[in-house]
């Protein structure tokens, strides 16, 4: 089983300022890494497929760069909608979340 | 308007069964493989199980192999997930996701969920 773990646990970031989250796997997953976004008592929200292709209706200030082992999602511009848990997942070899990131307000 | 819409849920006794149901609209849905995932209280997202759009591939996790069994009707545009044999570590709210033929089999849609208690 591939393993993924995100880093930070936690996150605390002004309004306004740059977030930088992190992901890594176990063994190589190429470029078939997805990053959700996901508010309390709501359902996972697709944000980037293909490590950096953003899903539709996902607004530019989300960027996602990375291959193999070693993932970023990047938000260039911390808007108060944005602060939730934001989790990756690889679909290389069936699918492994990883623990999840909690953005929160600084 | 896509959505997925699961039921099902609720509060069932260890060694019981539960089954639950994810019902598609406003897509092709026997087009699409389908997954069911879920998230115990305040924890992660853990995947479940997969069925190909034909429901002829099947896959699950360790953790519910041989108790877990996913099917779909495509002529009822539906999905399903029979529970055996549950656990108290089966409790969580389980969604129903569609693999994105556009999203390079990532999860592009998913339900808002059906809560799953497992408890004497």
């Known amino acids: 089983e591939i393993v993924m773990t995100q880093s930070p646990a936690t996150l605390s970031v002004s309004p306004g300022e740059r977030a930088t989250l992190s992901c890594r796997a176990s063994q190589s997953v190429s470029s078939n890494l997805a990053w959700y976004q996901q508010k309390p008592g709501q359902a996972p929200r697709l944000l980037i497929y293909g490590a950096s292709t953003r899903a539709t209706g996902i607004p530019a200030r989300f960027s996602g760069s990375g291959s193999g082992t070693e993932f970023t999602l990047t938000i260039s511009s911390l808007q108060s909608e944005d602060f939730a848990v934001y989790y990756c997942?690889?679909?290389?070899?069936?699918?492994?979340f990883g623990q999840g990131t909690k953005l929160e307000i600084k | 308007e896509v959505q997925l819409v699961e039921s099902g849920g609720g509060l069932v006794q260890p060694g019981g069964s539960l089954r639950l149901s994810c019902a598609a609209s406003?897509?092709?849905?026997?087009?699409?493989?389908m997954n069911w995932v879920r998230q115990a209280p305040g924890k992660g997202l853990e995947w479940v199980s997969y069925?190909?759009?034909?429901?002829?591939?099947?896959y699950y996790a360790d953790s519910v192999k041989g108790r877990f069994t996913i099917s779909r009707d495509n002529a009822k545009n539906s999905l399903y997930l029979q529970m055996n044999s549950l656990r108290a570590e089966d409790t969580a709210v389980y969604y129903c996701?569609?693999?994105?033929?556009?999203?390079?089999?990532?999860?592009?849609?998913w339900g808002q969920g059906t809560m799953v208690t497992v408890s004497s």
């Open positions: 406003g897509f092709t849905f026997s087009s699409y493989e």
């Open positions: 069925i190909s759009s034909s429901g002829s591939t099947i």
């Open positions: 997942q690889q679909y290389n070899n069936w699918y492994t």
């Open positions: 996701a569609r693999v994105g033929a556009t999203a390079n089999d990532a999860f592009d849609i």
